[in-house]
């Protein structure tokens, strides 16, 4: 580029942004073979961890139907432990137990005729961000700041002490997900904007920090791309969501490091 040459990129992006007005937009959603799904993270708390199992849905916004009767073992190379049936699709650690950092961790779950094995190994954490709480439309809403490591956090709010909040609202209770990521995406960028969770003075708020290891970072940007951050400018072509299983089964097993703490804010 000569010297004094006007940036070619912003120029760009506002070209994009001016023309991408409304556009009539078709789904063209083809059928695909159902399979099995796991959905398990364990963490260094102890405590009798859960595991989630089901057929993938053959449609959009359809409730996933729950598989029974899996044989499902944990180890951490040394040990053994199992998983029992709580009811179809959700499984139960037969032991509390707690996972540590430093120990590879083989899922091994047979369902359905299949039989497979996924690894997770847990990465450190570094400590909870701050956040502030800011006035929204006469009540308030919550503010996430990114840290500079991978990581997942779940925020609850419990507003169960206003009670006629509980009947404006619907429910006493509501959460979200909030992720930092170290890559760059421009579906990320331009994602649409996230639903605001407003909230009443009296209400409790817990924060659940997770590490994500590189491996399970990837998983989280694939899922993202393919919801979160779909719909917006820059959609990416849809592709399959990765999974560390390798022998039929879908979804991931994770072992992360968890920190919580609890707010009220008054």
């Known amino acids: 580029m000569r010297n004094g040459s006007p940036p070619i990129l912003p120029g760009l992006f506002l070209l994009l942004l001016t023309v991408s007005c409304e556009k009539m937009t078709t789904w063209d959603i083809q059928p695909s073979d159902r399979f099995p799904v796991v959905d398990c993270i364990i963490t260094n708390e102890l405590k009798v961890h859960e595991l989630r199992l089901y057929q993938s849905s053959e449609g959009m916004n359809q409730e996933p139907e729950g598989i029974s009767g899996a044989v499902i073992t944990l180890s951490d190379g040394v ?128 924060r659940r920090k997770y590490s994500l290891s590189e491996d399970q970072q990837q998983f989280v940007r694939s899922l993202l791309l393919e919801t979160d951050w779909r719909g917006g400018i820059f959609d990416v072509e849809q592709g399959n969501v990765p999974t560390n299983f390798s022998g039929g089964l879908h979804g991931w097993f994770a072992a992360c490091m968890v920190l919580s703490d609890t707010t009220y804010f008054e």
Not at 122 to 138: C, K
Not at 151 to 170: I, K, L
């Open 79 to 206: 040990n053994t432990l199992s998983f029992s049936e709580v009811e179809p699709g959700k499984y139960s650690s037969v032991v509390p137990f707690m996972a540590s950092a430093g120990n590879e961790y083989s899922l091994a779950v047979s369902c359905q005729g299949i039989s497979d094995t996924a690894r997770a190994e847990m990465v450190a954490i570094t400590p909870l961000e701050s956040f502030e709480i800011v006035s929204y439309d006469s009540l308030f809403r919550f503010v996430y700041y990114s840290g500079n490591q991978p990581s997942m956090t779940e925020v609850f709010y419990d507003w169960s002490a206003v009670p006629g909040y509980c009947d404006a609202y619907g429910s006493c209770r509501a959460s979200e997900v909030f992720y930092t990521l170290d890559n760059i995406d421009i579906s990320k960028m331009f994602a649409p904007d996230r639903m605001v969770i407003p909230f009443p003075r009296g209400t409790q708020i817990i």
